[in-house]
């Protein structure tokens, strides 16, 4: 089973950044796609940024140009890095790993999510 592990969120204020890690753990074969979601109170979860295994990005509208992610395929790691931070960017972040297990099953994991709160 594989688990991602978030860390790096926190309070920080208007303006400011924030850099979160995600990483593995357990056993896997590969893994592909990496991806950032929120979820804020009473709004549904949404993609925030997210990496395929060639580098390719894919952003929400609401972060172009602010945020950037990124990914060290040797560590297995993905980082998301959070400039120009707003009040709307609060929210629980989740890691996602996309990949082959051991025995090459697809598994599609969700890490426990780190808070991330903006103060304006």
């Known amino acids: 089973q594989v688990q991602p592990v978030e860390s790096g969120g926190g309070l920080v204020q208007s303006g400011g950044s924030l850099r979160l890690s995600c990483a593995p753990s357990?056993?896997?074969?590969?893994?592909?796609?990496m991806g950032w979601y929120r979820q804020a109170p009473g709004k549904q979860r949404e993609l925030v940024a997210a990496?395929?295994?060639?580098?390719?990005?894919n952003y929400a509208d609401s972060v172009k140009g602010r945020f950037t992610i990124s990914r060290d395929n040797a560590k297995y790691t993905v980082y998301l890095q959070m400039s120009n931070l707003k009040a709307d960017d609060t929210a629980v972040y989740y890691c996602?790993?996309?990949?082959?297990?051991?025995?090459?099953?697809?598994?599609?994991?969700w890490g426990q999510g780190t808070q991330v709160t903006v103060s304006s």
């Open positions: 990496i395929d295994s060639g580098g390719n990005t």
């Open positions: 996602n790993l996309h990949g082959y297990g051991m025995g090459y099953t697809v598994f599609d994991s």
């Open positions: 357990g056993s896997f074969f590969e893994i592909n796609a």
